[in-house]
C-alpha cells in the first residue's frame, strides 16, 4: 500500500494555501472536453506544471490546468486533463485529481471521458451514463494501491456508481431534452485501441463502452467516501464495429462536435446538485 498523504504532501499543503473556496463538485474533464472551463467563470486557474510533484500531461485534449469556477452561484473545481496510466504514469499518479478533490474538502466528483462504442447500439456523438465499471486487472491493480484488506473495504470502494447522483445527471438530461444513455464502461490500461477480438470480449463479458481511465478515479473515489458520477462521449465505434480506422484525431474531432450539447448537460447538472 502506498501512503499518498505522505507521497504528495507538499502537493496537497500547496493547493490547499492557494484555494479560493471550498467546492461542491469537482469534474474531471476528458479527451476534448476541457473548452467547458471557458464556458462559465473563472476564480483563479493553475497550470499543473506550476505544482510540485504534479505530473504532466502529455495527450493532445488535456491541457494540464486546474480551475476554480462558479456557475449559477455554484463552486467548481475542474481538471482540465487527466492523468493517463499509458502515458506511463503509475495508478498512485493517476488517481491525483480525486485526492486532490478529496482534501480540499470537496463531497462530489464528476467524472468524463471520450470512449469507443462497444455496444452497437451506441453511436458517435451519443453520451452515456454510466450504469457500472469493469476491466481486466483494474480491481486488482487498485487494491495494490490503496490496500483494500477487508471485505468492508472492499465493498465501500466498489458501491459505485451514486444511484442518487446519477439521478440527478438523469434529470439535467431530461429538463435539456438531451437524449441520454446508460451502459457498463469497461477500462483497459492501453495505450493501443482495443482490437477487433477484445471488443468482442467486452461486448460478451457485458461491456457497453471502452475506454482508457475513469474507472481506477471511480474506485479510488468512492474507497475515499465521495459521491461519484460517470459520463461518456461515445466518439467512435470499437474496432470491428466500423471499417473507419481509429485515431485520437477522431476521438477529440467528434467530441468537439457534441461539446454544445455535453456542455448544456454539464451546466444543468451543476444548477441541481
Not at 7 to 17: C, P, R, S
Not at 193 to 221: C, N, Q, W
Request: hydrophobic share 40%; aromatic share 8%; glycine share 8%.
Amino acid at each position: 500500500m502506498i501512503d499518498l498523504n505522505f507521497k504528495y504532501k507538499n502537493l496537497i499543503t500547496f493547493i490547499d494555501k492557494i484555494t479560493p473556496f471550498r467546492p461542491e463538485l469537482a469534474i474531471i474533464l476528458g479527451s476534448g472536453l476541457g473548452k467547458f472551463a471557458k464556458s462559465i467563470k473563472t476564480h483563479k486557474t493553475i497550470s499543473t506544471t506550476s505544482l510540485p510533484g504534479y505530473p504532466a500531461s502529455t495527450i493532445e485534449g488535456h491541457a494540464g490546468k486546474i480551475h476554480f469556477a462558479e456557475y449559477e452561484g455554484k463552486k467548481l473545481l475542474l481538471f482540465q486533463g487527466r492523468i493517463h496510466f499509458y502515458e506511463g504514469y503509475s495508478l498512485s499518479e493517476c488517481v491525483l485529481p480525486v485526492l486532490i478533490t478529496k482534501k480540499i474538502e470537496c463531497k462530489k466528483i464528476l467524472l468524463t471521458n471520450a470512449a469507443g462504442s462497444v455496444n452497437v447500439n451506441l453511436h458517435p456523438g451519443d453520451l452515456m451514463l454510466a450504469s457500472s465499471f469493469n476491466g481486466i486487472n483494474i480491481k486488482k491493480e487498485l487494491t495494490k494501491l490503496i490496500g483494500l484488506a477487508g471485505i468492508e473495504q472492499k465493498n465501500r470502494a466498489l458501491n459505485l456508481p451514486s444511484q442518487s447522483f446519477n439521478d440527478i445527471i438523469k434529470k439535467a438530461a431530461s429538463e435539456e431534452k438531451i437524449k441520454l444513455r446508460q451502459g457498463v464502461y469497461w477500462y483497459s490500461k492501453g495505450p493501443s485501441y482495443e482490437t477487433p477480438a477484445e471488443i468482442k470480449m467486452t461486448r460478451k463479458l457485458g461491456g457497453d463502452a471502452a475506454g482508457m481511465s475513469t474507472v481506477h478515479e471511480a474506485i479510488f473515489s468512492s474507497y475515499l467516501g465521495l459521491t461519484i458520477s460517470a459520463i461518456s462521449c461515445i466518439t467512435n465505434y470499437g474496432a470491428g464495429i466500423s471499417s473507419s480506422k481509429l485515431s485520437h484525431s477522431e476521438v477529440t474531432e467528434t467530441a468537439n462536435l457534441v461539446k454544445a450539447k455535453f456542455e448544456r448537460l454539464l451546466k444543468r447538472i451543476v444548477t441541481l446538485i
